[in-house]
């Protein structure tokens, strides 16, 4: 069974292109035939508009995910430039004040993910330029040799 590769791509300062290194990267792992996951981890929903989706009209977001609501799986959708994504919306702003005060809240995102990492090569995380409660758990490793 393979096991994906996660990295993040984070810092604190805004405008840098993480956004488009999160794009352009999983674009060129994708034509050669990586199974590539890009999570959107920005209330400003950038990446998940540059892939083609309006923020607007997701029904499902990364927000339902690390609340509990839903399974990764269910709010995954393909994009028409190969990697799949898991969408933001602007409700994630709200939703590190939600899980503030749930205990091993670090490991959040990456609970979330176990379900669909056998489904992926790689998964990239496109953070939110600030070094908030969600880029931390974009930062949590699942093993020391992980990124
Ligand atoms: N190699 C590059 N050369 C010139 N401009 C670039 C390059 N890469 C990205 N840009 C431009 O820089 C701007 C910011 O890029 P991007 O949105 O990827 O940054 P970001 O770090 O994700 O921003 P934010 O912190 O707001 O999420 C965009 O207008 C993008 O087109
Ligand atoms: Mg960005």
């Not at 508009?49 to 959708?77: C, N, W």
């Not at 969408?87 to 490991?107: H, K, Q, S």
Request: hydrophobic share 45%.
């Amino acid at each position: 069974m393979t096991d994906a590769r996660t990295i993040a791509v984070a810092n604190q300062k805004g405008g840098v292109a993480k956004t488009t290194t999160v794009a352009s990267l999983a674009a060129a792992l994708a034509e050669l035939g990586q199974r590539v996951l890009v999570v959107d981890l920005d209330p400003q929903a950038c990446l998940t508009f540059s892939l083609g989706l309006d923020p607007e009209t997701v029904e499902l977001s990364v927000h339902d995910v690390l609340l509990g609501r839903v399974a990764a799986s269910m709010a995954i959708q393909s994009t028409v430039d190969g990697p799949d994504l898991l969408p933001a919306t602007i409700e994630l702003a709200g939703c590190e004040a939600m899980l503030l005060t749930r205990t091993g809240r670090e490991y959040t995102l990456r609970l979330a993910l176990e379900e669909v990492r056998p489904s992926y090569d790689v998964i990239l995380l496109d953070c939110a330029p600030s070094t908030t409660t969600t880029t931390s758990y974009a930062s949590i490793r699942r093993r020391p040799w992980d990124y």
